[in-house]
């Protein structure tokens, strides 16, 4: 048994098997139309529109029909929106789950001392209770959710800027409204932006729909897909953070019919993979097969010859891109 390194992640080898080079493709030599149908664009979504407005513009420019987006924006709200086409859509779940980062200006109502304002802040890091508002599209019903960080960026006479690290879920605006409470002043975001979803933060490329637009009008005009290909990333970047299992060429088209994972058909994967973990099932060529569920450990999977390693939950890959070489029988050992 074997040990080496993987985007970051030490995987443990068990077996090792001939890729098939004429099936599938490397995320980053996908053809164009093979990385429209499997990649996700960091829009920097500007104020005014919402967020469904800015998926049907991206949609209307590249005349595509499937796309969607994750972690809905306001209107008002600016910062990174994830919008993912064709068979990415599925994969970005994947974010919802993850932490992400706001930076918001606020205003306070009246003068406070600013000792007692940082220490109020201060006071919010860690789990918080929050109420979502009014119009919020989820049930309104106390909950807990965790601030990882918060700090002042910048303070100018009643104007705050602050910086916000939280669990997904937390409603900023009602953070700042609590702080005014707290404070016996009042206190009202006047702008916030959205800098970070999990591990996508602003060194990731984000995307103006200008700079969207003048890329696509190259593709499709000018046959030059060089801008394009340097704002779009393949559905693979956003399974970074998440631990991974490398199978077999000749189980991969079982996979994509929504089998599980057995034991045989696994060839390497990351050396602290848990029980009921998030994964990501991976070709050779380090292509995004499935998001799975751990139901074996690492240990578990190198200790046994048999059984179902991982319970498939969202087919990413089209059935097909594999040959069929995986007997039905085979397939659940």
């Known amino acids: 048994m074997n040990h080496s390194k993987t985007n970051n992640n030490e995987q443990i080898i068990l077996n090792e098997e001939p890729d098939i080079l004429d099936s599938g493709s490397y995320p980053d030599k996908r053809s164009i139309d093979d990385l429209i149908d499997n990649c996700i664009i960091f829009i920097d979504k500007q104020s005014g529109p919402t967020s469904h407005q800015v998926v049907s513009w991206v949609k209307s420019m590249l005349k595509y029909t499937k796309a969607g987006h994750s972690g809905t924006l306001d209107p008002m709200v600016t910062g990174l929106l994830p919008i993912s086409l064709g068979n990415a859509t599925k994969a970005l779940p994947i974010l919802l789950y993850g932490p992400k980062e706001y930076v918001a200006i606020i205003r306070l109502h009246n003068s406070v001392n600013q000792t007692k304002l940082y220490d109020c802040i201060n006071q919010f890091k860690g789990p918080i209770y929050q109420r979502p508002p009014q119009r919020s599209a989820v049930k309104r019903q106390t909950r807990i959710r965790n601030i990882y960080d918060i700090k002042v960026l910048d303070d100018t006479s009643r104007l705050i800027c602050i910086r916000v690290l ?48 003048d890329a696509i009008y190259r593709l499709q005009k000018e046959n030059d897909e060089t801008r394009f290909r340097e704002l779009v990333h393949p ?42 973990e998030n994964i ?49 029988n085979e397939s659940q050992d």
């Open 166 to 213: 939280c669990e997904a879920g937390t409603y900023i605006r009602k953070l700042i409204y609590d702080i005014g409470e707290i404070m016996e002043c009042g206190a009202t975001m006047i702008e916030l932006r959205r800098t970070r979803v999990m591990h996508i933060n602003e060194d990731s490329n984000f995307v103006g729909l200008h700079e969207l637009s």
């Open 235 to 276: 559905v693979e970047f956003i399974t970074k953070p998440l631990k991974s299992i490398t199978v077999r060429c000749s189980a991969i088209d079982s996979l994509c019919h929504g089998a599980q994972l057995a034991i045989p058909g696994i060839l390497n994967l990351s050396k602290e993979i848990s029980m009921s």
């Open 280 to 328: 990501a099932v991976l070709s050779q060529k380090g292509e995004l097969i499935a998001l799975a569920e751990s139901l074996m450990s690492s240990d578990d999977i190198t200790k046994n010859k048999k059984g179902i390693a991982c319970k498939t939950k969202r087919v990413i890959m089209k059935p097909g891109t594999y040959p069929k070489l995986w007997t039905k």
